[in-house]
């Protein structure tokens, strides 16, 4: 019998075999039935939300909060959920001023 990885798996099949690889995961490992309903209940959020990668986004930090207890189960399928979240941005300019090379501040105004 051949092992695979989650992420060797995830290359393989489809988008929605991640999903299910961690569904069975987590059915195998949680113990707590309440628990393990609230985590598939997030993790099919997660999963619905998959192609829009901002309500990807909400979904995931929502399952990763509550599956902490966990994460020793899902972390391998970090790398392939993480694909799923959208593209950092650049960052954004600073909003403080910068003084222009050459020009002097105003130190000479009053404060009343």
């Known amino acids: 019998m051949t092992i695979h990885s ?15 690889s961690l569904r069975a995961k987590l059915a195998r490992e949680v113990s707590s039935n309440a628990m393990l309903v609230e985590l598939l209940e997030k993790l099919n959020r997660m999963q619905e939300a998959q192609a829009r990668p901002a309500d990807f986004k909400v979904q995931f930090d929502a399952f990763v909060a509550r599956a902490d207890e966990y994460l020793d189960i899902i972390q391998p399928f970090f790398p392939i959920l993480v694909r799923f979240l959208p ?26």
């Open 6 to 20: 989650p992420c060797e798996f995830a290359m393989a099949a489809p988008r929605d075999a991640v999903f299910a």
């Open 87 to 112: 593209a950092q941005k650049e960052p954004q300019a600073s909003a403080e001023p910068r003084i222009i090379e050459g020009s002097e501040p105003d130190l000479t105004s009053e404060v009343a």
